[in-house]
């Protein structure tokens, strides 16, 4: 019997070039949604994967099953709103909502946000429009919805472009000492748990661009997860998730990168 396998898709919705799937993350999410629906498959949540992977669900509960996730937390992951040079643009969480009211099935998404106020904002000046849209009014209101989980991208991304004095790299790829690794995670988390309330638990961690050092991945993660309330981490290597896999180095598919049209997707899904 072949051994199951799930992927995970992963979304930019500040992924905006144009109009077309290629060069619009919002569209393809759209018609994604769409084809998942036509071939038989549905989305099933982060925690119901973590669940099956740990033994508590059957294959059968992740047979033909995407789960959904979207980086970095920019307000067209949530918001409507009106492009300067593309016009109108449907969030994820919109898109997702109304799929759920057109087709009556279970919808999520897992975000994984940059969670520094700070650092969101100078982004928002530097890489986004400069119109304020990567501010954190929504995350409550998204995790409340049952559709969309705020998760932990790290503090700051270490983005290249930020006046960041921990790595000269802009990856995670050096980071290596329990220090720097705290500052960018256990901040991160605790910022969210306070942030967010009582009650949330959103136990993932993705990687800034989606790499990491050896002892990040090898000694604190795998040492801190108590502490630090996580159980997986989310690279962005191309595979889907087997029982084998690493929990701390679980693949992504990442769109407009490992795949550029609905027939490719499909491909994809299949494990072609
Ligand atoms: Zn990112």
């Known amino acids: 019997m072949a051994t199951t396998r799930v992927p995970i898709l992963t979304y930019h919705g500040n992924n905006i070039n144009g109009l077309e799937y290629t060069n619009n993350d919002l569209v393809a999410f759209q018609a994604d949604l769409q084809l998942i629906d036509a071939i038989g498959w549905r989305i099933i949540t982060m925690d119901q994967l973590l669940a099956w992977y740990a033994g508590q669900l059957p294959d059968e509960a992740v047979k033909q099953a995407v789960v959904l996730t979207c980086d970095d937390g920019t307000w067209f992951d949530y918001h409507d709103l009106d492009h300067p040079s593309y016009g109108p643009q449907k969030s994820l969480f919109t898109l997702l909502k109304n799929h759920q009211l057109t087709t009556g099935k279970q919808v999520h998404m897992t975000n994984f946000v940059i969670v520094s106020p700070e650092a969101r904002k100078r982004l928002d000046q ?57 500052q960018q995670i256990k901040q991160a988390q605790l910022y969210l748990q306070e942030k967010m309330g009582i009650g949330f638990n959103c136990p993932y961690f993705a990687y800034p661009y ?51 049209s609905t027939t490719q997707l499909a491909d994809l899904l299949q494990g072609k």
């Open 126 to 182: 530097l890489c986004l429009v400069g119109r304020g849209w990567w501010g954190d009014d929504w995350w409550q209101s998204a995790q409340q919805s049952g559709l969309m989980s705020i998760a932990n991208h790290s503090w700051d991304h270490n983005h290249g472009v930020l006046d960041n004095n921990n790595h000269s790299d802009d990856s995670f790829a050096d980071i290596a000492d329990e220090a720097s690794c705290d």
């Open 210 to 260: 989606g790499n990491y050092s050896d002892y990040l991945h090898q000694k604190y993660l795998p040492q801190k997860a108590r502490e630090l309330g996580l159980m997986a981490a989310f690279t962005t290597r191309k595979d889907l998730v087997s029982r084998d896999t690493d929990r701390w180095a679980m693949p992504r598919l990442v769109c407009n990168y490992h795949w550029n």
